[in-house]
């Protein structure tokens, strides 16, 4: 069976730092372009970062950018958001997603496979 999990979500003070881990089962991800999103309480699902399969290309939302990081470890079949400088307003559900092509897709309905999601709260 394929799945997609998160961890590494938790409850973090404004400026502290947290690493999601996204591993996959049943399916090598070198094949694989893996984004993250997020989705807080009462509003739509976002997109954070992509990273291409073979991790030679990353995009970030505006949001994010200078704060996260998203690398791959294809040996580990793991995908990683590095989150820094966390601000109240990254508080999500944070869910990564893969898709079988080497650059990242374009919308978010295009991701076959997706994880149950990991929480993320930012708050003093």
């Known amino acids: 069976q394929l799945r997609l999990v998160e961890s590494g979500g938790g409850l973090v003070q404004p400026g502290g730092s947290l690493r999601l881990s996204c591993a996959a089962s049943g399916f090598t991800l070198n094949y694989y372009a893996i984004g993250w999103f997020r989705q807080a309480p009462g509003k739509e699902r976002e997109g954070v970062s992509c990273i291409s399969s073979s991790g030679g290309s990353t995009n970030y939302a505006d949001s994010v950018k200078g704060r996260f990081l998203i690398t791959r470890d294809n040996a580990k079949n793991t995908v990683y958001l590095q989150m820094n400088s966390l601000k109240p307003e990254d508080t999500a559900v944070y869910y990564c997603?893969?898709?079988?092509?080497?650059?990242?897709?374009?919308?978010?309905?295009?991701?076959?496979?997706w994880g149950q999601g990991t929480q993320v709260t930012v708050s003093s």
């Open positions: 997603a893969a898709e079988r092509r080497p650059s990242c897709p374009s919308f978010r309905y295009e991701y076959d496979y």
